[in-house]
């Protein structure tokens, strides 16, 4: 993906301010998360299924089940949007109306392509892996051809896309400056917890 | 809403032992998130819009700005699909195949409803900020006919809807349970941080 102007679709139209274009903007919000919401219509309507994601140079690669309708129609290169969104915070204003809510988010329109060939296909979950966790691949058991064969792949072309991003404090009325009420951002974060270890039954 | 059997559309097709339809755990999902991933199609071709709501009795509300698209669109009553998702965990097996995601979702299939009423907007806006903080609204300054009027508030009625989700360690394969090899869960959670208070330029 080169840096190239919107179209007329990824234009941030409401706060152009906030609007971001540019490809490390963009990768740097994608390699943030694992979770994205995938947009396809079914029947003139929407459908938006969360499904895990990686980027994988300037592909968004997909993976579910091969008998997985998202991944189907995905696959049939049907009209498809990907949203990845990062909550960072609340933004507690003086009014009601200045609350808002610190975010990175990326939107992507594109149709999707089946990875269909085996080596691709076995790259792709390679970099899916390495992407969750480093080094993950190389300890555990790799998919044999039945698991390859249940497993569907798609890449989405990383052409069509913005971010649209919320930073800071409150944007409060000159007016509402002395009110007497806690102003301010209460950060969220998604936080890795202490691992569980899992023990088999019979170990 | 009362608990129902599925529709074609909201029935979890892939693996039907992670669908449930109960109000109950429906509701529990909502009330635990912000941020929800808005589906509608514009020209034939899915959009997925990150924007915050709150459940507010049998209806999912949504604000934004009179000249949103987004919203526009909405109030119009054109078809949508509301998706609100928390990840709870990285799900760590023993081969790559049974790697997965513990999380929580709800998907929402309906038509919106713009609320004009200023009563009506006010009350929808009261609720949406007593999701956000307990007793917010009465610390801060409301909003002025101005502002009312700057804000579009939608109600989706939560009709057709289905919850999915995965709980629990790896499904490793029995033959794979001597492989020496970590596996178990990472939890992951949406955690506030430390408040930071806003302090005006000219305080």
């Known amino acids: 993906m080169e840096t190239r102007s919107p179209t007329d679709r990824t234009r941030v139209r409401r706060l152009p301010d906030r609007g971001a274009y540019d490809r490390e ?15 396809i219509v079914e029947s003139g309507s929407p459908v938006v299924i969360p499904t895990a994601y990686a980027r994988v140079g300037d592909d968004i690669v997909l993976h579910g089940s091969s008998k997985s309708r998202l991944m189907t129609v995905l696959g049939g290169g049907a009209p498809a949007c990907v949203t990845v969104t990062h909550v960072d915070g609340f933004v507690m204003a003086r009014s009601a ?3 808002s809510i610190n975010y990175r ?9 089946a990875i269909t060939e085996e080596r691709a ?18 300890a555990v058991r790799p998919p044999n051809p039945q698991e390859l064969k249940a497993t569907a792949v798609v890449r989405i072309p990383i052409e069509e896309a913005s971010a649209k991003l919320r930073t ?27 691992p569980i270890r899992h023990v088999p039954e019979h170990a």
């Open 25 to 39: 903007t963009i990768f740097a919000i994608l390699d943030t998360g694992f979770v994205c919401h995938v947009g």
């Open 97 to 99: 109306f200045h609350h």
């Open 105 to 113: 988010s990326v939107v992507i329109f594109g149709r999707g392509e």
């Open 121 to 138: 296909k076995n790259e792709a979950l390679h970099a899916f892996m390495e992407r969750l966790h480093p080094g993950r691949w190389d």
């Open 168 to 194: 800071g404090g409150p944007l409060d009325d000159p007016e509402d400056m002395t009110l007497d009420v806690w102003a301010g951002v209460v950060p969220v974060v998604l936080a890795r917890e202490a």
